[in-house]
């Protein structure tokens, strides 16, 4: 039971996931007394039918045994999908277990921190909440796409005199696998550049005092395209298909230059067809690491732990296929929790003898739609945010 534990400190669980699920054993395991779940695309894909079964799910989840020690939440879903102007498929669940006290929320409208009490759920319309603010990012970033759904909802909590913000992002995909493969770094990483860009702009502006942030949500970054295939396919020639009316390239074949002739990779505008998906798996696809390159614009501004897992996406959909990537898609790590300088210095100070410091994915050998989720979990240890109470108010709050 959270609480009980004999570690010190406040133990934090983070979770991010494209699929609306909470997943009991890593509460079991990690006990947390503070969980921040945030999930994208929220009612599926297929939203317009599958929003009516949401309040039904929440509202089981919050009663389910699972989460019985957990007497207080907060829950913001952004259900108003016939809003085209706002509608983002964000959703944002915390809950406290019943030993915590003194857990504050901050509003943004009045400016002042609010003590937490009892469970409530917002959906709707999610922009007259005080509670959070909400975005969803301009027409003109990606005007590939008709009707975006990507956005960003920010939360402010103060536990233990540490003050953060938790911010649930879904950033823009990847249109097209030919596109991705003409320009290194591709035209859609400078997309989702110039989004991140604008969200922590956002969260350190001078509306409110800064303090530590966490990230984390469906980032949709992409192992550098020309560079993988380059490595992938090292000997191998090129084959170029054009339709035969518009002359555009429709497909790329790549062919070992001996052997046959063998087709290594296949490329589509959705289809990334190599023939060897082990060397995404081998070793947790680590040696592919060096072509994850999008965070490495803000390396001076978010910090992220070491990766030790595998891609988390783009995985089958079929439920005795939980280990297999679909041949959509480049497998890569889509799905992240990054941090900020200070928040990073929060986390690390909690590592002591033993390890209490996890960053990992969730069901790695079950089908949980085509993303894994990923968690970060922590302590916050005694006195943690003491030298900085006075800035975040954390023992004026109303």
């Not at 796409?145 to 938790?166: E, N, P």
């Not at 592919?288 to 070491?306: A, G, N, P």
Request: proline share 4%; net charge neutral.
């Amino acid at each position: 039971m959270a609480g009980k534990a004999a570690a010190p400190g406040t133990a934090v669980l983070l979770v991010t996931a494209n699929v609306g699920s909470l997943f009991d054993d890593v509460v079991h395991t990690h006990k947390p007394h503070f969980m921040a779940l945030h999930c994208q695309e929220f009612g599926g894909k297929n939203y317009e039918a599958s929003m009516s079964h949401v309040d039904k799910f929440v509202k089981e989840l919050l009663s389910s045994d699972a989460m019985k020690e957990y007497n207080r939440a907060r829950v913001y879903l952004d259900e108003n999908y016939k809003s085209q102007e706002h509608f983002t498929a964000l959703g944002s669940f915390y809950f406290l277990h019943e030993s915590l006290k003194n857990i504050y929320q901050f509003d943004f409208k009045a400016k002042k921190y609010r003590k937490v009490a009892g469970k409530e759920i917002y959906s709707d319309t999610l922009e007259s909440t005080p509670m959070l603010e909400k975005e969803k990012f301009p027409q003109d970033y990606f005007p590939e796409c008709k009707w975006s759904r990507k956005g960003f909802i920010r939360t402010r909590w103060c536990i233990a005199d540490c003050a953060f913000d938790l911010v649930n992002i879904h950033l823009f995909h990847d249109a097209s696998n030919l596109v991705a493969w003409e320009t290194s770094p591709s035209v859609y990483s400078g997309i989702r550049h110039k989004a991140l860009g604008y969200v922590l702009d956002r969260i350190i502006d001078q509306r409110f005092e800064k303090v530590s942030y966490f990230v984390f949500g469906d980032f949709n970054f992409r192992l550098d395209s020309k560079s993988v295939v380059e490595t992938l396919c090292t000997k191998a020639t090129m084959q170029t298909v054009r339709a035969a009316d518009t002359n555009e390239v429709v497909k790329l074949i790549f062919r070992e230059s001996d052997n046959d002739r063998k087709v290594m990779l296949q490329l589509e505008k959705k289809l990334f067809d190599y023939f060897n998906q082990e060397v995404f798996r081998d070793n947790n696809g680590t040696a592919l690491l060096e072509f994850d390159k999008e965070l490495s614009v803000f390396k001076d501004r978010l910090y992220e732990l070491d990766i030790s897992f595998p891609p988390s996406y783009p995985y089958s959909e079929d439920a005795r296929q939980g280990e297999q990537y679909m041949n959509t898609r480049c497998p890569a790590w889509c799905d992240r929790i990054l941090m900020s300088p200070s928040a990073k210095e929060l986390v690390l100070r909690s590592e002591s003898e033993e390890k209490v410091v996890t960053y990992d994915h969730i069901g790695p050998n079950v089908c949980m739609g085509d993303h894994k989720p990923v968690f970060l979990a922590f302590r916050i240890m005694p006195g943690a945010g003491k030298p900085h109470a006075h800035v975040h108010k954390c023992c004026v709050v109303q």
